[in-house]
């Protein structure tokens, strides 16, 4: 099968995710990938290429709705590149209007929507680990606060982060240039588990992905790599 990804998040690391879509446009988990899978300096998954990857039915109990068992070894297709110019429209395509429809429990757990980009900060959590977060509007007026693990947004961010905060200066120039573009999300679920009872069916969750259709200037580029 063909995918194009769209969300590339590291969980620590050994186990990595990646949230893709296939030409006809239906969202794929393919698992397992490693984290060395995604941050190798030729990954077989790239934002704005395609990657052929043998899948199978996932035999894990509990699996989501695109979770796929990974059957053979994934190859990019170099030839596939999405060049800028085409990727709005392309994203357009795939959004759902808000996040209760792009992510809908037990129906759906990836999605894109397009998102107004309200604050990005950095918090810890239980344990003392600390999280960068995106606080975003959705189609619906819905306002959420959820963590970003996506590696390509962390490897722009955390080099920003100084003490547990995010440097004032790059924050401004990060949220200008969201808000100046059309910015997406895509937006994922974790496995249920009981300790997020909410209208999510009990998943956490994640903002996967972060793409904007404009440079960043004040911050650097924003959004996927090339």
């Not at 030839?79 to 429990?105: I, N």
């Not at 397009?114 to 810890?124: F, G, H, I, Q, S």
């Not at 009981?194 to 994640?206: A, E, K, M, S, T």
């Amino acid at each position: 099968m063909r995918l194009l990804p769209l969300a590339i998040t590291k969980v620590d690391d050994h186990e990595a995710c990646v949230g893709a879509v296939t030409e006809a446009g239906e969202w794929i988990r393919p698992e397992p990938v490693t984290t060395a899978q995604v941050t190798a300096s030729d990954p077989p998954f790239r934002y704005w290429r395609r990657t052929e990857v043998p899948l199978g039915p996932s035999p894990e109990p509990g699996a989501r709705p695109e979770d796929r068992a990974v059957r053979g070894t994934p190859v990019l297709d170099p030839a596939s590149y999405v060049p800028p110019e085409e990727r709005p429209a392309l994203l357009e395509r795939l959004c759902a209007p808000d996040a209760e429809a792009a992510v809908g429990g037990a129906r759906r757990t990836l999605g894109l929507i397009r998102a107004e980009v309200l604050d990005v900060t950095v918090r810890r959590a239980t344990g003392g680990r600390a999280f960068l977060r995106c606080r975003f509007r959705d189609g619906a007026g819905a306002e959420y606060d959820w963590i970003v693990p996506e590696i390509a947004f962390g490897a722009r961010v955390w080099p920003h982060v100084h003490d547990g905060r995010l440097d004032p200066e790059y924050r401004a120039g990060l949220l200008a240039s969201l808000r100046g573009a059309d910015t997406f999300l895509t937006l994922g679920l974790t496995k249920p588990n009981d300790r997020f009872p909410n209208r999510f069916g009990g998943c956490h969750p994640l903002v996967v992905g972060v793409h904007s259709a404009v440079p960043d200037r004040a911050a650097g580029r924003v959004g996927t790599p090339a």
